[in-house]
């Protein structure tokens, strides 16, 4: 029989958090029209606009194939435009991109706040965030490598 290590339980631990904080996630934003995913894009536009294409696909959970794909819908859809400059893809939002941010943005961070303030103290979370903020930094070093 194998033994895990306590760093590939908490590897575990944190994967399945992250699939069923999305399937919540998703679950939750369905009554605006968007999902997880495209809440984390356009947060992201919303926040560093204009932003390149490949910029944008270092800052969200969508791979470097779905960042593309997500795109184009999300232009179909109106919530964002893209302006070609030579080679470079630069992102902002439309004004129905920014409604629909405005609409989302606090009903999500008040979900998402009430999933670990329910089950975690005010402590525990600064521990936690303090340590995932160390995680999170020496897993971009090691990609940076």
């Known amino acids: 029989m194998r033994k895990n290590t306590l760093g590939s339980l908490i590897w575990l631990r944190i994967a399945r958090f992250t699939h069923q904080s ?3 996630s998703n679950d939750f934003l369905k009554q605006f029209g968007i999902t997880a ?14 932003i390149t294409q490949g910029q944008l696909a270092t800052k969200v959970t969508v791979s ?4 593309s794909r997500m ?11 893209r302006k070609q400059d030579w080679k470079t893809k630069w992102i902002t939002l439309t004004k129905k991109g920014d409604c629909k941010m405005h609409e989302v943005f606090e009903h999500q961070l008040t979900f998402q ?11 525990e979370q600064k521990t936690l ?3 995932m903020t160390k995680l999170q930094k020496h897993t ?6």
Not at 64 to 67: A, D, F, L, R, Y
Not at 113 to 123: G, K, R, V, Y
């Open 37 to 50: 995913a495209q809440f984390d894009v356009l947060n992201q536009v919303s926040t560093y606009q204009p």
């Open 22 to 24: 999305n399937l919540l």
């Open 71 to 81: 795109l184009t819908r999300l232009e179909q859809e109106g919530y964002i435009q």
């Open 113 to 123: 706040t009430s999933i670990l303030s329910e089950c975690l103290t005010e402590d």
């Open 64 to 67: 470097e194939g779905g960042i």
């Open 129 to 131: 965030y303090k340590l």
């Open 140 to 145: 971009e070093i090691k990609l940076e490598k």
